[in-house]
């Protein structure tokens, strides 16, 4: 199935315009495409009639049963290679031309067209399936006042439907009305975009009033709109009706291909029907993706096309010499044919004549056994158990056949963040609760904790949940005040929805889940949340139902970075609770915090350090007139007409104040399974991987560091974030200067060290590894890829910067970039400024990038670089991303399909990636090299005995062999047994190769199918005709038979020569096949048997009895084969042909063994060992395991908030209104995804506000260089296991790197002078009399306590920004002793 | 740019998930088998110098003898050889070569004589050889009727058309069509020893057993082989002789057995030669029954030709050998030699390649090997 899915996509273009075609036949000459306006009236077909719109049936087949054999066959031979032979077929009917019988070329081209044609029809069958069963799904349409039934093809524009809740929308519909209220009806959108949030849709007021079917069936407005497009998020029209005008929007559309959800019945106009939908008007257009191999395959066809035409020509020129020559004085015995009366006649007609025989070096078959390798790879892909996801239970699909050994040369992979490395699952961690931290024992060597079950102590828990500290239930199990405050806060304050079906079965819908998690750890420790109204949430404490009175909602948004909620507990009290980023909660907390807030922020420091997302807890008594005065300035504020949104602030930032703090969560953000260790071995294996994500740049950064893209041991992270075109370029100018600069100034020592183990690294490449553990290979067997890049960048037009000298550049570095300057980077000057610093970076990372800039940096890969690129991802805004990669990846499973039908393969996790490209891909890669050539090799070895041929039979095309020989040849005698080598072969098992990635590197080089490779191949071929040709003929012209007869006649010579070629090539197979399973073994006895049957056969007596005039050879192989010496020059000939390749081969696995050979050589060695082969790998993928387990704590990190990453704001405000609460989980989804465009804004805004420095966390100004220790790499850890065998420089380089990275970070992004640079340990003291340095240092500080993670200078950066935009005034601050005043003043100030 | 392949099996797919009803979830778990998880067993053959080494030793060991047995078999072979084209003045053949024409009535008669060194014998093949006659042409080759030298007598009065233009002549069936048949070689070779006293003893030559048993007995019948009494005159009757044939078809031999298309000089003439220069058998003589006396003792021959096909129009040459025969067939220098030399070069490879790998191979192979 999966084979045919990708078809529909490669004829859409084709599908859509025959229909038009059809239907602009049908409308006469009306033009349909011409259509500027679309006008509708409701209820009246006649008068829609007149402008003929398409009609609700849609038709993705192409054939029907009388058309199938002429369009198919019309198709099949619009292909080249179809035409060609049929033009030979054509030539070979002359019968001065033909040399060859009509059936050499049509049994193969008939079995290939059949074999296609087959497959077509299949393909279409199926599509007639889907087809009819879309047309004739019943839908309700409304005629004449009553409901009827029809099917979804006689639903017509201008037709109002009935849907029913979980319905397909039949058609784009204008919403009417529904049974809702406000005429709001809810719809799911995956089929469409892939977003699986429910949104909201709702009619324009009028019509929703008109209610039941009686008044819709009198409704006769009329709509006007724009024709039909195929943009899914716009629609613009207007309703006439009762004289009046009504602005229709598409968010009164519903559009065919969504589900009615949640809601029990609407109506709809149809607009749009059918073809002209915009489900349909989005539907193909892909562009039919080809593979390098491919386009290489079709320039060497077109070599081999302009060869053979060289050879006919030289041969043709032979002819008229020899005609003129001999050929005239020969006439007595063979005068010319009656067409030709000289030789230069002849010459012609002998060209083509030899373009005929010599036509097999393009074989036929060629396409056809490249698409049947191909769709055995993929069916292998289908049927990997390791690539299924259980939980999913999804297999992995190849849902293109025609891509896999592209898999193999991968170089570039593009990656979503969000469900592609992440699960986008939240869970609560660990938290900090009045100075005491709760949570996951860190500690690797005890033994793994137990999972709490909650269910005793409380039957509302939700069994999913997990925690492992028991020691958190205990304190709530004694009372814990504070713990109890605690929960009670995050049960409170939120913007939660609750659902419960059935009495204690709960389900929150939460827009972030983070939200989701916090709210969940607090039902598990007993304090559940369980519905809202709007005035009140219901709680359940400890078992004891209890209702707050909800004041208000002090909602969420990217500048506060904070929500509170005011409530009013049964006891009367009223009590604020706050949450939010640590950054700026803390600030405003009550100065008698200071105590706890310094051991809280230690709990964050480790938190962060952890790599979790943290938010702190507080809450506020407020007395009765506190909140009516508060109260009072919220209200008008609330009703200001103009800044509303600042007087609003205002106003919330007024009651925020002297909070007492509560404690800390944390929450991880938790990776899919296994993604830290697939980029480990992917970029062993020298794939850059890029993430680009719509995610904020702290999160992004974040993740990076968690799958270790990012690591401690990197040279230097740069970040780019300017906001104009001069900025972005002077920043990446700046990071490219410094990475020519670093290694230069680290000189040396390291340099060195990096040569002298480059040579003996580079060979062992991870062969000793395995027996001494791995070594540490990871950091220096990439820094010794760095000096061999594939292809240097074409040269720019403004040209950049030393470029080559960036190809030079030692040391890994990180770029971070966001959408801003990534807009201004994409921009066509500084492109290639952009390119080659991102290239000369190990990792890079987009954040905040458009659907469109992901595809446009895929693009400017694709373009500048000849390298394939792969992109990954599950949502809907990777599509692009994903059609304009060479191939994408959907992860399927998370967020609806689309991603998944825009991909060539799919699978459910990101970490099969490593086996689709390590094993899938380089297998496919290797075979269909191996296949390619031997596939030239043994048609060249076929038919140059022809060319040589030649010159001793009068230029005259005589072929050498037997006809039949020839039609066989490639579709009988050697075709299976390469077919199987490229289907079945391994040069090592999949285990070695995700073992050593290294493995994978000459993919990417391009190294086993090239230009060369393919020439090696021709000249082996050319070799072998020769042998194949002159070994024969210098034998058999004197030999005799044992009786006497000569041995000299063509016959003999014929058969002697095909047996010696079929054994020849059969053992060159035997010699190229790696990896002999029964099939291969089956296939090439088989086919040597195959030869001698058939030959037998088809020189037997029978037959000839029955046909002579077609049999020649009768007898010829009976005698034939019976003579030693035929014999003896058959093993002569074989032996010439062979063992020079023998040799050579030999000699190049004995002295540059290639890293698979050794690979390959291990493993024999340790089978003939006895040593049980599959322990290194089983052991190394858990040791992989238990190196992420014991992740946490490994590294130093700057603080995350998690609040501000997933949230949005807007949320209060609706649940205060109660507007939604009757679809209140609906209504959710809606919000958030109206408010989800809105962060250009919201960052434009920030920008102005200059929101909050982050406080200066002093508490950590620890003593600063635990980062040696601290930063022995995480991915060293993975690295070690996975291959690679050094161990020197990287001890060397953490230790002096970081040191200088400081530097760098500092000076490069602040600009202040260096001087400041070396003082920054000592911040506090030092900073006292600059105006910057509160803003620039503390941060700094906080880093290097954790240990020096890059994320660090993000957060640098931004402060720094911050700070140079405006906040002198509050700088002097920083002379006061520590952060808490620091605090405290700025509150003051604001 | 979305929804590409829109069918009615995504939609439903949705919703099974999406919906309740998630009872008839199967596993799409593929399934576990070595075929379907590539894990087939296979024997994977590696190139290490314990198994190439070996290899080129052992095929110079085999080749070696063989050539040498070859060799000293084809030396053993005794061959004579003499060209009777008459290209040159003093050859006795040169008036006939001059002055011929296909239509001329006497035919032209040359004596050549000459010395055999060594006796022959056991059984003695007499071979005709032309040069440069290119009987591998591809329009020479196709230019017969298989059909009709099978016997089949549609055939027979219809040509097919592969033997045009010597398909018909006079609006009559050319049996046997075709320019094959039509440049049938058709000089006379008889064989004379002159013994030491003078008298010159014709040597009796066979023409039975000179063609493949296949063509002789399958391929070529005579039209209407099946009919008892069969008069091959008559059978003919209405078809006409190739052009440049002295004789119709019919008339090719006295004997029954080997006359008309199964005539035996003519099956061998009808299996084309592969290559420009060729022989063809054209008469076994046989070894005198007693044994004692070889088939051709030492001493002076001659050897009368009757001189009916010309060759030197296109720069021909014609002829007679005279050979011995061993189990391998005819004298074949070539074939020992080139097994000895390949034998040799895969020994000398053999050591060279066994120095190299002393020499520079990879360590870690050989020291692996060692373990």
Same mark, same amino acid.
């Given at each position: 199935?999966?084979?045919?899915?990708?078809?529909?996509?490669?004829?859409?273009?084709?599908?859509?315009?025959?229909?038009?075609?059809?239907?602009?036949?049908?409308?006469?000459?009306?033009?349909?495409?011409?259509?500027?306006?679309?006008?509708?009236?409701?209820?009246?077909?006649?008068?829609?009639?007149?402008?003929?719109?398409?009609?609700?049936?849609?038709?993705?087949?192409? %054939?029907?049963?009388?058309?199938?054999?002429?369009?198919?066959?019309?198709?099949?031979?619009?292909?080249?290679?179809?035409?060609?032979?049929?033009?030979?077929?054509?030539?070979?009917?002359?019968?001065?031309?033909?040399?060859?019988?009509?059936?050499?070329?049509?049994?193969?081209?008939?079995?290939?067209?059949?074999?296609?044609?087959?497959?077509?029809?299949?393909?279409?069958?199926?599509?007639?399936?889907?087809?009819?069963?879309?047309?004739?799904?019943?839908?309700?349409?409304?005629?004449?006042?009553?409901?009827?039934?029809?099917?979804?093809?006689?639903?017509?524009?201008?037709?109002?439907?009935?849907?029913?809740?979980?319905?397909?929308?039949?058609?784009?519909?204008?919403?009417?009305?529904?049974?809702?209220?406000?005429?709001?009806?809810?719809?799911?959108?995956?089929?469409?975009?892939?977003?699986?949030?429910?949104?909201?849709?709702?009619?324009?007021?009028?019509?929703?009033?008109?209610?039941?079917?009686?008044?819709?069936?009198?409704?006769?407005?009329?709509?006007?709109?724009?024709?039909?497009?195929?943009?899914?998020?716009?629609?613009?029209?207007?309703?006439?009706?009762?004289?009046?005008?009504?602005?229709?929007?598409?968010?009164?559309?519903?559009?065919?291909?969504?589900?009615?959800?949640?809601?029990?019945?609407? %109506?709809?106009?149809?607009?749009?029907?059918?073809?002209?939908?915009?489900?349909?008007?989005?539907?193909?257009?892909?562009?039919?993706?080809?593979?390098?191999?491919?386009?290489?395959?079709?320039?060497?066809?077109?070599?081999?096309?302009?060869?053979?035409?060289?050879?006919?020509?030289?041969?043709?020129?032979?002819?008229?010499?020899?005609?003129?020559?001999?050929?005239?004085?020969?006439?007595?015995?063979?005068?010319?044919?009656?067409?030709?009366?000289?030789?230069?006649?002849?010459?012609?007609?002998?060209?083509?004549?030899?373009?005929?025989?010599?036509?097999?070096?393009?074989?036929?078959?060629?396409?056809? &056994?490249?698409?049947?390798?191909?769709?055995?790879?993929?069916?292998?892909?289908?049927?990997?158990?390791?690539?299924?996801?259980?939980?999913?239970?999804?297999?992995?699909?190849?849902?293109?056949?025609?891509?896999?050994?592209?898999?193999?040369?991968?170089?570039?992979?593009? &990656?979503?963040?969000?469900?592609?490395?992440?699960?986008?699952?939240?869970?609560?961690?660990?938290?900090?609760?009045?100075?005491?931290?709760?949570?996951?024992?860190?500690?690797?060597?005890?033994?793994?904790?137990?999972?709490?079950?909650?269910?005793?102590?409380?039957?509302?828990?939700?069994?999913?949940?997990?925690?492992?500290?028991?020691?958190?239930?205990?304190?709530?199990?004694?009372?814990?005040?504070?713990?109890?405050?605690?929960?009670?806060?995050?049960?409170?304050?939120?913007?939660?929805?609750?659902?419960?079906?059935?009495?204690?079965?709960?389900?929150?819908?939460?827009?972030?889940?983070?939200?989701?998690?916090?709210?969940?750890?607090?039902?598990?420790?007993?304090?559940?949340?369980?519905?809202?109204?709007?005035?009140?949430?219901?709680?359940?404490?400890?078992?004891?139902?209890?209702?707050?009175?909800?004041?208000?909602?002090?909602?969420?948004?990217?500048?506060?970075?904070? /929500?509170?909620?005011?409530?009013?507990?049964?006891?009367?009290?009223?009590?604020?609770?706050?949450?939010?980023?640590?950054?700026?909660?803390?600030?405003?907390?009550?100065?008698?915090?200071?105590?706890?807030?310094?051991?809280?922020?230690?709990?964050?420091?480790?938190?962060?350090?952890?790599?979790?997302?943290?938010?702190?807890?507080?809450?506020?008594?407020?007395?009765?007139?506190?909140?009516?005065?508060?109260?009072?300035?919220?209200?008008?504020?609330?009703?200001?007409?103009?800044?509303?949104?600042?007087?609003?602030?205002?106003?919330?930032?007024?009651?925020?104040?002297?909070? /007492?703090?509560?404690?800390?969560?944390?929450?991880?953000?938790?990776?899919?399974?296994?993604?830290?260790?697939?980029?480990?071995?992917?970029?062993?294996?020298?794939?850059?991987?890029?993430?680009?994500?719509?995610?904020?740049?702290?999160?992004?950064?974040?993740?990076?560091?968690?799958?270790?893209?990012?690591?401690?041991?990197?040279?230097?992270?740069?970040?780019?974030?300017?906001?104009?075109?001069?900025?972005?370029?002077?920043?990446?100018?700046?990071?490219?200067?410094?990475?020519?600069?670093?290694?230069?100034?680290?000189?040396?020592?390291?340099?060195?060290?990096?040569?002298?183990?480059?040579?003996?690294?580079?060979?062992?490449?991870?062969?000793?590894?395995?027996?001494?553990?791995?070594?540490?290979?990871?950091?220096?067997?990439?820094?010794?890829?760095?000096?061999?890049?594939?292809?240097?960048?074409?040269?720019?037009?403004?040209?950049?910067?030393?470029?080559?000298?960036?190809?030079?550049?030692?040391?890994?570095?990180?770029?971070?970039?966001?959408?801003?300057?990534?807009?201004?980077?994409?921009?066509?000057?500084?492109?290639?400024?952009?390119?080659?610093?991102?290239?000369?970076?190990?990792?890079?990372?987009?954040?905040?990038?458009?659907?469109?800039?992901?595809?446009?940096?895929?693009?400017?890969?694709?373009?500048?670089?000849?390298?394939?690129?792969?992109?990954?991802?599950?949502?809907?805004?990777?599509?692009?991303?994903?059609?304009?990669?060479?191939?994408?990846?959907?992860?399927?499973?998370?967020?609806?399909?689309?991603?998944?039908?825009?991909?060539?393969?799919?699978?459910?996790?990101?970490?099969?990636?490593?086996?689709?490209?390590?094993?899938?891909?380089?297998?496919?890669?290797?075979?269909?090299?191996?296949?390619?050539?031997?596939?030239?090799?043994?048609?060249?070895?076929?038919?140059?005995?022809?060319?040589?041929?030649?010159?001793?039979?009068?230029?005259?095309?005589?072929?050498?062999?037997?006809?039949?020989?020839?039609?066989?040849?490639?579709?009988?005698?050697?075709?299976?047994?390469?077919?199987?080598?490229?289907?079945?072969?391994?040069?090592?098992?999949?285990?070695?190769?995700?073992?050593?990635?290294?493995?994978?590197?000459?993919?990417?080089?391009?190294?086993?199918?090239?230009?060369?490779?393919?020439?090696?191949?021709?000249?082996?071929?050319?070799?072998?005709?020769?042998?194949?040709?002159?070994?024969?003929?210098?034998?058999?012209?004197?030999?005799?038979?044992?009786?006497?007869?000569?041995?000299?006649?063509?016959?003999?010579?014929?058969?002697?020569?095909?047996?010696?070629?079929?054994?020849?090539?059969?053992?060159?197979?035997?010699?190229?096949?790696?990896?002999?399973?029964?099939?291969?073994?089956?296939?090439?006895?088989?086919?040597?048997?195959?030869?001698?049957?058939?030959?037998?056969?088809?020189?037997?007596?029978?037959?000839?009895?029955?046909?002579?005039?077609?049999?020649?050879?009768?007898?010829?192989?009976?005698?034939?084969?019976?003579?030693?010496?035929?014999?003896?020059?058959?093993?002569?000939?074989?032996?010439?042909?062979?063992?020079?390749?023998?040799?050579?081969?030999?000699?190049?696995?004995?002295?540059?063994?290639?890293?698979?050979?050794?690979?390959?050589?291990?493993?024999?060695?340790?089978?003939?060992?006895?040593?049980?082969?599959?322990?290194?790998?089983?052991?190394?993928?858990?040791?992989?395991?238990?190196?992420?387990?014991?992740?946490?704590?490994?590294?130093?990190?700057?603080?995350?908030?998690?609040?501000?990453?997933?949230?949005?704001?807007?949320?209060?405000?609706?649940?205060?209104?109660?507007?939604? /609460?009757?679809?209140?989980?609906?209504?959710?989804?809606?919000?958030?995804?109206?408010?989800?465009?809105?962060?250009?804004?919201?960052?434009?805004?920030?920008?102005?506000?200059?929101?909050?420095?982050?406080?200066?966390?002093?508490?950590?100004?620890?003593?600063?260089?635990?980062?040696?220790?601290?930063?022995?790499?995480?991915?060293?850890?993975?690295?070690?296991?996975?291959?690679?065998?050094?161990?020197?420089?990287?001890?060397?380089?953490?230790?002096?790197?970081?040191?200088?990275?400081?530097?760098?970070?500092?000076?490069?992004?602040?600009?202040?002078?260096?001087?400041?640079?070396?003082?920054?340990?000592?911040?506090?003291?030092?900073?006292?009399?600059?105006?910057?340095?509160?803003?620039?240092?503390?941060?700094?500080?906080?880093?290097?306590?954790?240990?020096?993670?890059?994320?660090?200078?993000?957060?640098?950066?931004?402060?720094?920004?911050?700070?140079?935009?405006?906040?002198?005034?509050?700088?002097?601050?920083?002379?006061?002793?520590?952060?808490?005043?620091?605090?405290?003043?700025?509150?003051?100030?604001? | 740019?979305?929804?590409?392949?829109?069918?009615?099996?995504?939609?439903?797919?949705?919703?099974?998930?999406?919906?309740?009803?998630?009872?008839?979830?199967?596993?799409?778990?593929?399934?576990?088998?070595?075929?379907?998880?590539?894990?087939?067993?296979?024997?994977?053959?590696?190139?290490?110098?314990?198994?190439?080494?070996?290899?080129?030793?052992?095929?110079?060991?085999?080749?070696?003898?063989?050539?040498?047995?070859?060799?000293?078999?084809?030396?053993?072979?005794?061959?004579?050889?003499?060209?009777?084209?008459?290209?040159?003045?003093?050859?006795?053949?040169?008036?006939?070569?001059?002055?011929?024409?296909?239509?001329?009535?006497?035919?032209?008669?040359?004596?050549?004589?000459?010395?055999?060194?060594?006796?022959?014998?056991?059984?003695?093949?007499?071979?005709?050889?032309?040069?440069?006659?290119?009987?591998?042409?591809?329009?020479?080759?196709?230019?017969?009727?298989?059909?009709?030298?099978?016997?089949?007598?549609?055939?027979?009065?219809?040509?097919?058309?592969?033997?045009?233009?010597?398909?018909?002549?006079?609006?009559?069936?050319?049996?046997?069509?075709?320019?094959?048949?039509?440049?049938?070689?058709?000089?006379?070779?008889?064989?004379?020893?002159?013994?030491?006293?003078?008298?010159?003893?014709?040597?009796?030559?066979?023409?039975?057993?000179?063609?493949?048993?296949?063509?002789?007995?399958?391929?070529?019948?005579?039209?209407?082989?099946?009919?008892?009494?069969?008069?091959?005159?008559?059978?003919?009757?209405?078809?006409?002789?190739?052009?440049?044939?002295?004789?119709?078809?019919?008339?090719?031999?006295?004997?029954?057995?080997?006359?008309?298309?199964?005539?035996?000089?003519?099956?061998?003439?009808?299996?084309?030669?592969?290559?420009?220069?060729?022989?063809?058998?054209?008469?076994?003589?046989?070894?005198?029954?007693?044994?004692?006396?070889?088939?051709?003792?030492?001493?002076?021959?001659?050897?009368?030709?009757?001189?009916?096909?010309?060759?030197?129009?296109?720069?021909?040459?014609?002829?007679?050998?005279?050979?011995?025969?061993?189990?391998?067939?005819?004298?074949?220098?070539?074939?020992?030699?080139?097994?000895?030399?390949?034998?040799?070069?895969?020994?000398?490879?053999?050591?060279?390649?066994?120095?190299?790998?002393?020499?520079?191979?990879?360590?870690?192979?050989?020291?692996?090997?060692?373990?």
């Amino acid at each position: 199935m999966t084979v045919l899915k990708d078809i529909p996509e490669k004829w859409f273009p084709v599908v859509l315009p025959l229909q038009r075609k059809k239907q602009k036949g049908l409308n006469g000459d009306k033009k349909k495409r011409a259509e500027e306006e679309r006008r509708v009236r409701a209820n009246d077909r006649e008068y829609n009639e007149k402008f003929q719109y398409a009609s609700n049936c849609i038709m993705t087949s192409k %054939y029907n049963i009388i058309t199938f054999l002429p369009v198919n066959l019309f198709e099949q031979f619009q292909e080249v290679a179809n035409t060609y032979f049929l033009f030979l077929l054509i030539l070979q009917l002359i019968p001065q031309i033909s040399s060859l019988s009509w059936f050499t070329t049509i049994v193969p081209l008939a079995l290939v067209l059949s074999i296609t044609a087959v497959k077509d029809a299949t393909d279409d069958y199926f599509r007639h399936k889907s087809d009819n069963q879309v047309n004739n799904r019943q839908s309700q349409v409304l005629i004449h006042g009553s409901l009827q039934n029809e099917k979804w093809m006689n639903v017509r524009v201008g037709d109002i439907i009935k849907l029913e809740n979980n319905q397909f929308v039949a058609a784009d519909l204008l919403l009417l009305s529904s049974s809702e209220p406000h005429g709001l009806c809810y719809i799911e959108t995956a089929e469409l975009d892939g977003e699986t949030n429910m949104k909201v849709r709702q009619s324009v007021s009028v019509t929703s009033e008109l209610g039941d079917q009686n008044n819709l069936a009198s409704f006769d407005g009329e709509v006007v709109c724009e024709p039909p497009n195929n943009k899914l998020d716009r629609f613009c029209g207007t309703l006439y009706w009762q004289d009046k005008k009504y602005t229709l929007t598409n968010q009164n559309m519903l559009l065919r291909g969504c589900v009615l959800r949640n809601t029990e019945a609407c %109506y709809g106009l149809v607009i749009f029907a059918g073809p002209d939908t915009k489900l349909m008007q989005n539907s193909g257009r892909t562009k039919f993706k080809r593979t390098s191999i491919d386009r290489l395959m079709n320039t060497l066809v077109l070599w081999i096309f302009g060869f053979l035409v060289c050879m006919g020509v030289i041969l043709a020129v032979g002819n008229a010499v020899w005609e003129r020559e001999v050929g005239s004085l020969f006439q007595s015995y063979l005068p010319w044919d009656p067409p030709v009366d000289n030789f230069l006649f002849s010459a012609f007609l002998s060209f083509w004549s030899y373009v005929i025989i010599l036509n097999t070096v393009v074989p036929i078959s060629l396409y056809v &056994s490249v698409e049947v390798i191909r769709l055995g790879h993929s069916y292998f892909i289908n049927w990997d158990q390791q690539m299924f996801c259980s939980q999913c239970n999804t297999a992995a699909e190849a849902r293109t056949t025609t891509l896999n050994e592209e898999l193999g040369q991968v170089e570039y992979i593009f &990656s979503d963040k969000t469900g592609t490395l992440t699960q986008n699952i939240m869970s609560f961690n660990k938290c900090s609760i009045n100075g005491q931290t709760y949570g996951e024992v860190t500690d690797p060597l005890a033994p793994q904790p137990k999972r709490l079950d909650f269910t005793p102590f409380n039957p509302l828990a939700d069994p999913d949940f997990c925690f492992y500290d028991d020691t958190l239930l205990e304190s709530v199990k004694v009372g814990d005040s504070h713990t109890h405050q605690f929960f009670r806060l995050l049960s409170l304050c939120h913007t939660v929805m609750s659902e419960e079906k059935s009495e204690g079965e709960l389900v929150y819908k939460a827009q972030s889940p983070d939200e989701g998690a916090l709210v969940t750890a607090a039902r598990n420790f007993g304090f559940v949340f369980r519905s809202r109204t709007p005035g009140t949430i219901t709680t359940t404490e400890m078992g004891r139902p209890v209702t707050y009175s909800l004041l208000a909602i002090l909602d969420f948004n990217n500048i506060r970075k904070r /929500m509170s909620v005011i409530v009013r507990n049964p006891e009367g009290r009223i009590r604020l609770y706050c949450k939010g980023a640590d950054t700026v909660l803390l600030e405003r907390l009550h100065p008698c915090n200071q105590e706890l807030m310094n051991i809280t922020s230690d709990h964050l420091n480790e938190y962060a350090a952890d790599g979790l997302r943290t938010l702190a807890l507080a809450y506020r008594d407020l007395s009765e007139d506190e909140w009516e005065s508060w109260s009072e300035s919220h209200r008008c504020a609330d009703k200001a007409t103009n800044c509303r949104e600042d007087r609003l602030a205002a106003a919330y930032e007024e009651i925020e104040q002297d909070m /007492m703090l509560l404690g800390a969560t944390a929450i991880e953000d938790k990776l899919q399974e296994g993604v830290p260790e697939t980029i480990a071995v992917l970029s062993l294996a020298n794939i850059k991987i890029w993430v680009l994500t719509g995610d904020k740049q702290e999160t992004a950064v974040n993740i990076g560091y968690s799958c270790k893209m990012l690591t401690d041991d990197m040279t230097e992270v740069f970040n780019i974030t300017g906001h104009t075109v001069q900025s972005v370029r002077q920043e990446l100018r700046r990071a490219r200067e410094r990475m020519i600069e670093l290694p230069r100034t680290r000189v040396g020592v390291k340099d060195e060290g990096m040569e002298g183990c480059g040579e003996a690294c580079f060979m062992g490449n991870g062969f000793r590894g395995q027996e001494e553990g791995h070594g540490t290979g990871g950091g220096g067997e990439k820094q010794l890829q760095c000096p061999l890049p594939p292809a240097p960048p074409p040269p720019a037009l403004p040209p950049p910067p030393p470029t080559n000298l960036l190809e030079n550049i030692s040391g890994e570095f990180a770029l971070v970039i966001n959408g801003h300057s990534l807009a201004h980077a994409l921009e066509a000057d500084m492109e290639m400024e952009f390119l080659s610093t991102a290239c000369a970076c190990k990792a890079v990372i987009c954040c905040r990038v458009t659907p469109l800039q992901k595809a446009q940096v895929v693009e400017l890969i694709k373009k500048h670089k000849k390298a394939v690129t792969l992109a990954i991802g599950d949502g809907a805004n990777d599509v692009s991303m994903i059609k304009s990669a060479h191939i994408g990846v959907g992860i399927s499973g998370q967020e609806g399909i689309q991603a998944v039908l825009a991909s060539d393969y799919s699978f459910a996790q990101f970490r099969f990636l490593q086996r689709l490209l390590l094993v899938h891909g380089r297998w496919s890669y290797l075979r269909m090299c191996r296949f390619l050539c031997y596939f030239f090799y043994k048609n060249f070895a076929f038919t140059m005995v022809h060319f040589w041929f030649g010159f001793f039979c009068g230029f005259s095309a005589q072929t050498v062999y037997d006809q039949y020989f020839i039609t066989l040849y490639n579709i009988v005698y050697t075709s299976l047994p390469v077919l199987a080598m490229g289907i079945f072969d391994q040069d090592v098992p999949d285990l070695r190769s995700l073992e050593y990635p290294k493995l994978y590197e000459p993919g990417q080089l391009n190294l086993l199918f090239n230009k060369r490779e393919f020439f090696i191949c021709i000249t082996q071929g050319i070799y072998t005709s020769v042998v194949l040709f002159f070994v024969p003929c210098a034998i058999l012209s004197d030999a005799t038979q044992s009786n006497g007869v000569p041995l000299a006649d063509y016959q003999t010579f014929a058969v002697t020569t095909a047996t010696a070629l079929v054994i020849v090539v059969s053992v060159q197979i035997a010699l190229d096949t790696g990896f002999w399973t029964v099939i291969n073994h089956v296939f090439v006895w088989g086919s040597l048997g195959s030869y001698f049957t058939i030959m037998l056969a088809l020189h037997s007596q029978t037959l000839f009895r029955i046909f002579p005039n077609q049999f020649h050879f009768v007898g010829s192989a009976q005698s034939t084969l019976l003579q030693p010496v035929v014999w003896l020059t058959i093993a002569l000939a074989t032996a010439i042909c062979i063992v020079p390749v023998l040799a050579f081969r030999f000699l190049k696995v004995d002295l540059k063994p290639q890293l698979s050979d050794t690979v390959r050589y291990t493993q024999l060695v340790h089978q003939k060992k006895r040593k049980p082969v599959g322990r290194s790998m089983g052991d190394a993928w858990n040791g992989v395991g238990s190196v992420s387990e014991s992740r946490l704590g490994a590294r130093g990190g700057s603080r995350r908030s998690g609040y501000a990453f997933a949230h949005q704001e807007g949320f209060g405000e609706l649940i205060t209104s109660g507007k939604n /609460m009757r679809l209140s989980s609906l209504a959710l989804a809606t919000f958030a995804s109206r408010h989800s465009s809105s962060w250009i804004d919201t960052l434009r805004r920030k920008k102005h506000t200059h929101a909050h420095t982050p406080p200066s966390a002093s508490g950590e100004c620890s003593p600063a260089p635990s980062y040696v220790s601290g930063s022995v790499a995480p991915l060293s850890n993975s690295s070690s296991v996975l291959g690679g065998s050094q161990d020197t420089p990287i001890e060397e380089e953490t230790g002096t790197a970081p040191a200088q990275n400081m530097q760098t970070v500092l000076t490069s992004s602040t600009q202040t002078p260096p001087a400041l640079a070396p003082t920054s340990e000592a911040s506090a003291p030092q900073a006292s009399g600059q105006a910057l340095n509160a803003g620039i240092l503390t941060p700094t500080a906080v880093r290097l306590d954790g240990g020096d993670s890059p994320g660090g200078w993000t957060i640098t950066l931004e402060t720094v920004q911050e700070a140079l935009f405006g906040w002198k005034a509050r700088a002097t601050a920083s002379s006061s002793p520590g952060p808490p005043s620091v605090a405290k003043e700025t509150s003051q100030n604001e | 740019m979305m929804a590409s392949s829109y069918n009615a099996k995504d939609e439903d797919g949705h919703i099974t998930v999406t919906g309740p009803g998630g009872g008839t979830l199967r596993s799409k778990k593929p399934e576990n088998t070595a075929f379907k998880q590539q894990r087939l067993p296979a024997w994977q053959p590696i190139l290490t110098a314990g198994t190439v080494l070996p290899a080129f030793f052992i095929i110079g060991l085999i080749f070696i003898p063989i050539g040498i047995g070859l060799y000293v078999t084809s030396n053993n072979i005794k061959e004579f050889e003499v060209d009777y084209t008459g290209v040159d003045m003093s050859s006795p053949c040169f008036n006939c070569s001059q002055n011929f024409s296909w239509n001329s009535t006497t035919p032209c008669t040359c004596t050549i004589p000459f010395f055999l060194e060594q006796p022959y014998e056991s059984n003695v093949f007499m071979y005709y050889g032309l040069s440069n006659f290119y009987q591998n042409h591809r329009r020479y080759v196709k230019s017969r009727d298989d059909s009709q030298l099978n016997g089949d007598m549609t055939s027979l009065k219809e040509p097919s058309k592969e033997c045009e233009p010597y398909a018909y002549h006079d609006n009559k069936p050319i049996a046997p069509c075709g320019a094959i048949a039509n440049s049938m070689f058709n000089d006379t070779l008889e064989l004379f020893y002159n013994d030491p006293n003078g008298t010159k003893v014709q040597i009796p030559l066979t023409n039975i057993g000179i063609a493949w048993w296949t063509d002789k007995h399958v391929k070529f019948k005579n039209p209407g082989a099946g009919e008892a009494n069969q008069n091959l005159t008559a059978v003919f009757q209405g078809t006409t002789k190739p052009l440049n044939w002295r004789r119709p078809v019919y008339e090719l031999d006295a004997a029954a057995n080997n006359n008309g298309f199964i005539n035996e000089d003519f099956i061998v003439w009808m299996r084309t030669a592969a290559l420009p220069t060729f022989r063809k058998l054209y008469r076994i003589i046989k070894s005198p029954s007693n044994g004692m006396m070889p088939t051709m003792p030492r001493g002076n021959y001659t050897l009368e030709v009757v001189y009916n096909y010309p060759v030197r129009s296109f720069e021909g040459r014609k002829r007679m050998i005279l050979s011995t025969i061993s189990w391998m067939g005819g004298k074949n220098p070539f074939l020992g030699i080139a097994y000895i030399t390949v034998g040799s070069v895969c020994f000398f490879l053999g050591v060279v390649l066994l120095i190299i790998h002393h020499k520079c191979g990879n360590r870690n192979n050989s020291a692996d090997i060692s373990n």
